[in-house]
């Protein structure tokens, strides 16, 4: 009879062995996929008080500018209904080539 211990041990070796499989790897890291064009990922990691909200900010919301008061931060306008960040003015040309979404 198989115990707990037996079976775990098993899966976890049948994981490992999966995993350092070179077809799984390369599909997984994407190696050697064909590539579509200059595509791009941005990513951004906020920490702290930087939010989405302050990140991307809707212009002429009301309640959003009153829940946020004096914590608003300075930002530039993008569409005319949302506005980026002045921190992150950087990202602003790729904005206007549309490669930012």
Known sequence: MMDRR??????GLAGC????HPWLTTLTLAEGAPSFGDNRLVVIILRGAM??????QPQGDAGFT???????SPATDLDGTFALNDALSGL???????ELA
């Open 17 to 20: 062995s999966a995993a350092a």
């Open 92 to 98: 602003r040309p790729l904005w206007q080539a549309g």
């Open 6 to 11: 037996f079976f775990l041990k098993g899966l």
């Open 66 to 72: 009153a829940a946020r008061g004096g914590l608003l």
């Open 51 to 56: 939010d989405g909200l302050d990140v991307v």
